[in-house]
């Protein structure tokens, strides 16, 4: 079992090679395991827990290598599927940008983009001495402290690029879609730029990802991004709007909508007792209970209007 570990992928290229390569690492790995735990069945050979869980996280880490190269694989293939038409209107994008940048210069910008594999990637930053991942720089100009004196000097703990103030020749970036053919990538006519990358990342694993992140608790929704997920669950089952019909929403402006569609539909009053939520609808037939007075229903409005003690009254 030594040769099992963590899976790392190599640094991304633009071509579909570097996926390829990935791929190749993981099917070698896959083999690895195949061959110890055939060996184990063969000779009867108890596994132990330490060993099990390190198969377990071989296995889920294989299963992330080949969605994130996979990914990758589909955005290098589109590409050279663009057809002519698509190209004529890449070239009239971009003579409209050119025109668009000479009519505001001040809007300026670079276009930067970044592979499908470091987006999809589990640590964006790397140490360049020790090789450690971290998912903020500024965790890894934190981490960068360990390895001398020099890493601990406030220009090298300060943010690139933030502290020179603004520069007037320094251009903004902004980012595009590594998938061919999206709107958000750079080649497209009618490209619009995204502004950072985790824009970058979110957009591309929401619009071309595979969602891997399933409720389960509705067992409907699924999600590309835990952000989603995470947000989708602080509602997700709880149904704190019903109407008198007996459907229930878990939010109000969808049952005041539901209540606008059908006549008659009134809100129901939840309640819950014993673990269990009961309904309490209002009909038309409910007696209307008033504080001293009883119920309405004993009590005639033709005695009261044709009562003598009217009189008193100024009207």
Same mark, same amino acid.
């Given at each position: 079992?030594?040769?099992?570990g963590?899976?790392?992928?190599?640094?991304?290229?633009?071509?579909?090679?570097?996926p390829?390569?990935?791929?190749?690492a993981?099917?070698?790995?896959?083999?690895?395991?195949?061959?110890f735990?055939?060996?184990s069945?063969?000779?009867?050979?108890?596994?132990?827990?330490?060993?099990?869980e390190?198969?377990?996280s071989?296995?889920?880490?294989?299963?992330?290598?080949?969605?994130v190269?996979?990914? @990758?694989?589909? #955005? *290098?293939?589109? !590409?050279?599927?663009?057809?002519?038409?698509?190209?004529?209107?890449?070239?009239?994008? =971009?003579?409209?940008?050119?025109?668009?940048l000479?009519?505001n210069?001040?809007?300026?910008?670079?276009i930067?983009?970044?592979?499908?594999?470091?987006?999809?990637?589990?640590?964006?930053h790397?140490?360049e001495?020790?090789?450690?991942?971290?998912?903020?720089?500024a965790?890894?100009?934190?981490?960068?402290?360990?390895h001398?004196?020099?890493?601990?000097?406030?220009?090298?703990?300060?943010k690139?690029?933030?502290?020179?103030?603004d520069?007037p020749?320094?251009?903004? @970036?902004?980012? #595009? *879609?590594?998938? !061919?053919?999206?709107?958000r990538?750079r080649?497209h006519?009618?490209f619009?730029a995204l =502004?950072?990358?985790?824009c970058?990342?979110?957009?591309?694993k929401?619009?071309?990802?595979?969602k891997?992140?399933?409720?389960?608790?509705?067992?409907?929704?699924?999600?590309s991004?835990v952000?989603?997920?995470?947000?989708?669950?602080k509602?997700?089952?709880?149904?704190?709007?019903?109407?008198?019909?007996?459907?229930?929403?878990s939010?109000?402006?969808?049952?005041f909508?539901?209540?606008?569609l059908?006549?008659?539909h009134?809100?129901?009053?939840?309640?819950?007792?014993?673990?269990k939520?009961?309904?309490? !609808?209002?009909?038309?037939?409910v007696?209307?209970?008033l504080?001293?007075?009883?119920?309405?229903?004993d009590?005639?409005f033709?005695?009261?209007?044709?009562?003598?003690?009217?009189?008193?009254?100024?009207?």
């Open positions: 079992m030594s040769s099992l963590e899976i790392h992928h190599t640094p991304a290229a633009a071509d579909s090679r570097v390829l390569m990935n791929l190749s993981v099917q070698s790995r896959m083999d690895n395991l195949h061959q735990l055939s060996e069945v063969t000779t009867n050979t108890p596994i132990g827990r330490p060993q099990m390190m198969v377990s071989e296995i889920t880490s294989a299963i992330h290598q080949i969605i190269n996979g990914a @990758a694989l589909l #955005s *290098c293939a589109a !590409a050279p599927s663009v057809s002519s038409n698509q190209l004529a209107e890449e070239k009239a994008g =971009k003579l409209a940008n050119q025109v668009e000479e009519q210069p001040d809007d300026d910008y670079e930067i983009e970044i592979d499908a594999v470091e987006l999809l990637a589990e640590h964006v790397l140490c001495i020790c090789g450690k991942g971290f998912k903020r720089d965790n890894l100009r934190m981490h960068m402290r360990a001398g004196n020099q890493f601990k000097t406030p220009e090298a703990l300060a690139p690029g933030g502290g020179g103030g520069d020749t320094r251009r903004k @970036a902004r980012f #595009s *879609c590594p998938y !061919a053919g999206c709107n990538n080649r006519g009618k619009r =502004k950072s990358v985790v970058v990342r979110n957009h591309f929401r619009s071309h990802c595979p891997m992140y399933a409720c389960d608790r509705c067992n409907r929704k699924s999600f991004v952000a989603d997920l995470r947000s989708h669950m509602h997700c089952g709880e149904t704190k709007w019903r109407c008198s019909c007996g459907t229930s929403f939010r109000k402006d969808k049952l909508g539901h209540m606008a059908f006549e008659g009134m809100p129901a009053v939840v309640e819950e007792e014993e673990g939520v009961r309904m309490k !609808a209002e009909s038309d037939d007696l209307l209970e504080d001293e007075f009883g119920c309405i229903e009590y005639c033709d005695d009261v209007m044709n009562s003598p003690n009217l009189g008193y009254f100024n009207f």
